[in-house]
């Protein structure tokens, strides 16, 4: 894999992968007003997203949630509302949650955004 690295978007966090494991059982995600949804804020309607021109493609797999992005040829954009735009090189992302763990509970939660 050439230089590839790890980007954040506010509680998004965006990791270069050399594949995806299990591609058949992924899902392609359907666009919302253009854009694929990488993940929406939960109180604001706030959304990290990346234009869906024929370029990126959103796989989704519904049994275990994991997320991956595929950017084919040329650089592609994820914009947030309220967060600076990243612009990310062509290849492979898995898209996760920032977690935060919470040592009295013992237990790790989403971070919201």
């Known amino acids: 894999m050439k230089d590839m690295r790890p980007y954040q978007q506010g509680d998004v966090l965006i990791k270069p992968v050399e594949q995806i494991p299990n591609e058949s059982n992924l899902k392609a995600v359907n666009p919302v007003n253009g854009n694929l949804i990488l993940a929406e804020g939960e109180v604001t309607g706030h959304f990290h ?49 920032v977690q935060e763990y919470d040592h009295f509970a013992e237990k790790a939660e989403r971070v919201a955004d």
Not at 68 to 88: G, N, R, S
Request: charged content about 25%; cysteine-free; overall charge negative.
């Open 49 to 97: 997203g990346i234009p869906s021109d024929g370029n990126v493609a959103l796989l989704e797999n519904p049994e275990t949630e994991e997320v991956y992005l595929k950017i084919a040829e040329k650089p592609a954009t994820v914009t947030h509302q309220e967060h600076h735009a990243i612009t990310m090189e062509p290849g492979i992302y898995k898209i996760d949650i």
